[in-house]
């Protein structure tokens, strides 16, 4: 019946653990962002996951066709956004110099620190970022709802628009 199939209620495991990998990070950046702000850091961290869990299927389709991360450019991409949109909104100017780390796995040592670098840790994901992706997700899932039934509305309003009009043309004659 779906084009496109409605977005789950739950998030799944891989958005979870996307999260949970990178909760830390994200939101030191975020209250970086915003010049040390812990108030407007957070709020930015959570529309951070929330915007990337309303594209999130979108993302990882992306990301498997060009065999790229299309996630982490997302990310900094809104991140940016709404971190320029905060300062443009702030009475007073801040400046931020952008930092950029870059993680590399280490390339010497054993296979088995190479391969830990790679594989995922048995360590279970804080409750901190869990509850942090459960709460984008839901955000977000609501977002996709409400988007959901005004393409239902507008859908309907076009169609008695179409409806009265086709009707009123019968009615004078218009189609003989």
Do not use: C
Request: charged share 25%.
């Amino acid at each position: 019946m779906y084009l496109i199939p409605p977005m789950d209620d739950e998030p799944p495991p891989e958005y979870v653990a996307f999260v949970t990998l990178r909760a830390r990070d994200l939101r030191a950046e975020a209250v970086r962002l915003v010049g040390g702000d812990h108030v407007a850091g957070e709020r930015v961290y959570l529309d951070t996951l929330t915007e990337t869990a309303g594209h999130w299927r979108r993302l990882r389709w992306w990301g498997r066709l060009t065999r790229t991360d299309a996630v982490e450019p997302f990310i900094r991409k809104f991140l940016d956004k709404s971190t320029e949109q905060w300062r443009e909104d702030q009475i007073y100017e801040i400046r931020v110099t952008p930092i950029h780390a870059v993680r590399e796995a280490p390339r010497n040592g054993s296979l088995a620190l190479r391969k830990a670098a790679v594989i995922p840790g048995t360590a279970r994901a804080s409750l901190e970022a869990l509850a942090d992706a459960e709460i984008a997700w839901v955000h977000a899932w609501r977002r996709s709802q409400w988007r959901h039934v005004m393409r239902l509305a507008g859908g309907a309003v076009l169609l008695v628009g179409a409806m009265i009009q086709y009707f009123s043309s019968l009615s004078t004659g218009g189609y003989r």
